[in-house]
Nanobody, 122 residues
Framework: QVQLAESGGGLVQAGGSLGLSCAAS????????MGWFRQAPGKEREFVGA????????SYSDSVRGRFTISRDNAKNTLYLQMNSLKPEDTAVYYC???????????????WGQGTQVTVSS
């Protein structure tokens, strides 16, 4: 089991920045591909981005590419999401997730955090 806990959400104005963290405990964090997802009210949970086990490879959805950056520190068992140039449509609950396969589908991830709310005001 891997326990994941997100932090860093909050309210920010459009154009601003916010950083999220995801602290992992339990099984070895560095064994897993890590991803960020988000879910807006009334919408399905969607892929934001993912990072490889050693952090050398990242992928992003088209909607956040160039604005968001995923990183990880395996020594600290922590995943990060730096969000810049935020837009009102980025408002959602953000989840971190860990899996063996990775990719853009929620079903590819085994472990999930409880989520943290990000609200971007216009």
């Amino acid at each position: 089991q891997v326990q994941l806990a997100e932090s860093g959400g909050g309210l920010v104005q459009a154009g601003g920045s916010l950083g999220l963290s995801c602290a992992a405990s339990g099984r070895t964090f560095s064994n897993y591909i890590m991803g960020w997802f988000r879910q807006a009210p009334g919408k399905e949970r969607e892929f934001v981005g993912a990072i490889s086990i050693r952090g050398g490879s990242t992928s992003y959805s088209d909607s956040v590419r160039g604005r968001f950056t995923i990183s990880r520190d395996n020594a600290k068992n922590t995943l990060y999401l730096q969000m810049n140039s935020l837009k009102p449509e980025d408002t959602a609950v953000y989840y971190c997730a860990g899996g063996i396969v990775g990719g853009t589908a929620t079903g590819a991830y085994i472990y999930w955090g409880q989520g943290t709310q990000v609200t971007v005001s216009s």
